[in-house]
């Protein structure tokens, strides 16, 4: 079985505190993804990345980064925590396009609160 | 990015009862993946379609792809409180990113004892 984790599932921060989330992945999958989920607004992709030290902008990366420097781990970094990044934020990876049919599998969530 | 379209965003219903929810969109999918996120946890992925008209079963749970492969459908027969979660459909755009999907918004499926 594909297993995902994800390093804390519930988080309290302070405005403009540096937050570091750390995701891995145990499927030697290529591809891994950072999204946050909110009420209403569904999935948003913040960033991915598709191989070590590669990383693609999402739809919403402004005030986040990435840094991909082994395979099996992906951490997202908010650089100055504010309180509209509290959301539930979710790691997934994947394998390459063509052998997978680009299936996700997802870890269980942090749920950051910023205060 | 295309939107998936979910409906219906909310559905209660009685332990027993039959439901369809569906996804609906203009682009065409090479595949498309059906998930159940339960409270405060990871989406969990049900199935995967591929092929238009593609009907596949998992127990209660009856899953469609539409022949143009535009759309989606996911039937729960006899439904039970353990189907209670949040309901995602994600297709694979024809054309576009290799490895992203598309998600929609989800359907929230409440079944009461």
């Known amino acids: 079985d594909v297993k995902v984790t994800q390093s804390s599932r519930y988080l309290v921060k302070r405005t403009g505190e540096k937050v570091f989330l750390e995701c891995v992945q145990d499927m030697d999958h290529e591809n891994m993804f950072w999204y946050r989920q909110d009420p209403g607004l569904g999935l948003r992709l913040i960033y991915f990345?598709?191989?070590?030290?590669?990383?693609e902008k999402g739809d919403i990366p402004e005030g986040y980064s990435v840094s991909r420097e082994k395979k099996e781990r992906f951490s997202l970094i908010l650089e100055s925590a504010s309180t509209n990044q509290t959301s539930m934020y979710l790691c997934a990876s994947s394998f390459s396009s063509g052998s997978r049919y680009n299936e996700q599998f997802f870890g269980p969530g942090t749920r950051l609160t910023v205060l | 990015t295309q939107l998936l379209e979910q409906s219906p965003q909310f559905l209660s219903i009685q332990e027993g009862e039959n439901l369809t929810v569906y996804c609906n969109s203009s682009?065409?999918?090479?595949?498309l993946q059906w998930y159940r996120q339960e409270p405060g946890e990871g989406p969990v992925l049900l199935v995967t379609?591929?092929?238009?008209?593609e009907v596949k079963k998992l127990k209660r749970l009856t899953f469609q792809f539409g022949d143009a492969r535009k759309d989606s459908s996911l039937h729960i027969t006899a439904a039970q409180p353990g189907d209670t979660g949040l309901y995602l459909c994600?297709?694979?755009?024809?054309?576009?990113?290799?490895?992203?999907?598309?998600f929609g918004k989800g359907t929230k499926l409440s079944v009461i004892p």
């Open positions: 994600a297709g694979a755009e024809v054309g576009a990113g290799s490895y992203q999907l598309t």
């Open positions: 379609v591929v092929t238009g008209g």
């Open positions: 990345s598709y191989d070590v030290k590669m990383k």
């Open positions: 682009s065409v999918f090479s595949s």
